[in-house]
T-cell receptor, first 112, second 114 residues
Framework: DAGITQSPRHKVTETGTPVTLRCHQT?????MYWYRQDPGHGLRLIHY???????DKGEVSDGYSVSRSKTEDFLLTLESATSSQTSVYFC???????????FGEGSRLTVL | GENVEQHPSTLSVQEGDSAVIKCTYS??????FPWYKQELGKRPQLIID?????GEKKDQRIAVTLNKTAKHFSLHITETQPEDSAVYFC?????????????FGTGTRLKVLA
């Protein structure tokens, strides 16, 4: 498996609290992605990064922000969590924009 | 932006039969079309991909076809086995104004009945 880890793997939080998910890679890949997975919706792109400090919005970016201050880390922040953000979040990495995505193990977030 | 539609959402086949999953995409700039398999409780993993300069690609029991004119691509699994049971996702990636978005379809749950 590619060197990609997500933390935390499981989190339960309350509505209105801030939450940060971390994606860490040891592959030196340029592209990093955050997806959420919900039944019936598949994998939806939240934000992605194509280099340090270079990020762009995906399909469902409202309520989420990201930061990438170094190659190996891509942070996803929910400024004020809502119940609709209860989901499984996957980070993925890729050496280029058109190639295999290597996924992390996922982070299950429950917002009460 | 890019939109990828995938059908069917569920598919049940008898062991040994073939399975076909179809996807359509909207962005004509897309040029890379991968397929991922996700087993229960696991992360998605690439099983096959195709680029826009190729019409068909085969790897043992799985094959992918691409029709760029119609903007659709399909996954074909022959001689299905119980271990093929999983959720399959298609995706499309391409550049619009210099940045790339990697967009997935909504997934197909394949059940292979023994």
């Amino acid at each position: 498996d590619a060197g990609i880890t997500q933390s935390p793997r499981h989190k339960v939080t309350e509505t209105g609290t801030p939450v940060t998910l971390r994606c860490h890679q040891t592959e030196n890949h340029r592209y990093m992605y955050w997806y959420r997975q919900d039944p019936g919706h598949g994998l939806r792109l939240i934000h992605y990064s194509y280099g340090v400090k270079d990020t762009d919005k995906g399909e469902v970016s409202d309520g989420y922000s990201v930061s990438r201050s170094k190659t190996e880390d891509f942070l996803l922040t929910l400024e004020s969590a809502t119940s609709s953000q209860t989901s499984v979040y996957f980070c993925a990495i890729s050496p280029g924009p058109t190639g295999e995505l290597f996924f992390g193990e996922g982070s299950r977030l429950t917002v009460l | 932006g890019e939109n990828v539609e995938q059908h069917p959402s569920t598919l049940s086949v008898q062991e040994g039969d073939s399975a076909v999953i179809k996807c359509t995409y909207s962005d004509s700039a897309s040029n890379y079309f991968p397929w991922y398999k996700q087993e229960l409780g696991k992360r998605p993993q690439l099983i096959i991909d195709i680029r826009s300069n190729v019409g068909e690609k085969k790897d043992q029991r799985i094959a992918v076809t691409l029709n760029k004119t119609a903007k659709h691509f399909s996954l074909h699994i022959t001689e299905t086995q119980p271990e093929d049971s999983a959720v399959y996702f298609c995706a499309a990636s391409g550049s619009t104004s210099g940045t790339y978005k990697y967009i997935f379809g909504t997934g197909t749950r394949l059940k292979v009945l023994a």
